[in-house]
């Protein structure tokens, strides 16, 4: 149908086949054609991301937020020298890359909106000492805008920790509270 426009009745006629009673369907028609809008089909509504939602962040994708950034010097617009914290490489890719993996597995969906309750898992490669509040942003900031619409509606989190030196990795539910 690309590259012609139905023609007004023709609208009318679309409408009526749908099920839509002819005189509506021809106000909406008319009313439209008179305000110089072409009659298309209403857009179906997008689903919400479900919760409970879990996805897994492998060990090599984690970054504490003592990584996250480094100073760097920069020439500003009058010409004067100034540091600013720049995001490092290994964080913006560990972003990336997890974003990428939610992306995929919401689809197209719509963020969640409401509260939210976030349970994380981590499974740490040895037994030394890990600090896992060290890890949130990331992991707070990745689903932020596909899963969630914004991290402030997160009003919960707890966490806990086990060794699996096989598969290392954080695993994160996020809940409806």
């Not at 020439?75 to 100034?82: G, L, M, S």
């Not at 909106?113 to 000492?129: K, L, S």
Request: with cysteine; net charge positive.
């Amino acid at each position: 149908m690309s590259g012609f426009a139905l023609s007004l009745e023709e609208q009318v006629d679309a409408l009526v086949a749908k099920g839509a009673p002819r005189d509506k369907a021809e106000a909406a028609v008319y009313g439209q054609a008179r305000a110089g809008v072409v009659a298309s089909e209403p857009e179906p509504e997008k689903p919400t991301v479900a919760l409970p939602f879990t996805f897994t962040v492998p060990w090599t994708l984690l970054v504490a937020d003592n990584e996250k950034t480094v100073p760097q010097k920069v020439r500003t617009k009058d010409d004067r020298i100034a540091v600013k914290n720049c995001l490092t490489a290994k964080y913006a890719h560990a972003k990336k890359e997890i974003q990428k993996q939610l992306k995929k597995q919401t689809g197209d969906a719509d963020p969640f909106e409401g509260p939210a309750h976030v349970v994380y898992r981590f499974y740490w490669p040895d037994r030394r000492r890990h600090d896992a509040a060290n890890m949130l942003k990331l992991l707070n900031d990745c689903p932020s805008k596909i899963v969630y619409r914004d991290d402030a509606q997160l009003h919960r989190g707890t966490w806990t920790t086990a060794v699996d030196p096989d598969r290392p990795r954080c695993e994160i539910e996020i809940r409806p509270l």
